[in-house]
């Protein structure tokens, strides 16, 4: 009998200490809850960052080879400079 009171006291304080991580662990999600706009407001600005570079390389990319479109019929009938073309091309990428 003494056995049984034991073990149900043991429980009992099982149950408590299940009680009290779970209303820590509750604590933190809520403290996390209130960092969620900070976080989406530096992921929104970090891609807007992003997305102005592409836009600028798309503007040296286009102001680059603007004069190449117009003389791409010349450049592929020609071998070398077609090679010269790509190479121009691939080399620009790379950067």
Same mark, same amino acid.
């Given at each position: /009998?003494? #056995?049984?009171? #034991?073990?149900?006291?043991?429980?009992?304080?099982?149950?408590? +200490?299940?009680?009290? !991580?779970?209303? +820590? &662990? /509750?604590?933190?999600? !809520? &403290? +996390? =809850? =209130?960092?969620?706009? !900070?976080?989406?407001?530096?992921?929104?600005?970090?891609?807007?960052e992003r997305l102005e570079q592409l836009?600028?390389?798309? @503007? @040296?990319y286009e102001a680059r080879y603007q004069s190449s479109v117009d003389d791409s019929l010349k450049d592929i009938t020609n071998p070398i400079n077609a090679f010269l073309l790509i190479k121009r091309k691939v080399g620009f990428v790379e950067k």
């Open positions: /009998m003494l #056995g049984f009171v #034991g073990l149900l006291a043991l429980l009992c304080t099982t149950v408590h +200490a299940d009680l009290f !991580t779970s209303i +820590a &662990d /509750m604590q933190v999600l !809520t &403290d +996390a =809850k =209130k960092s969620i706009p !900070t976080l989406l407001y530096k992921f929104i600005k970090n891609e807007n836009r600028g390389l798309a @503007q @040296q």
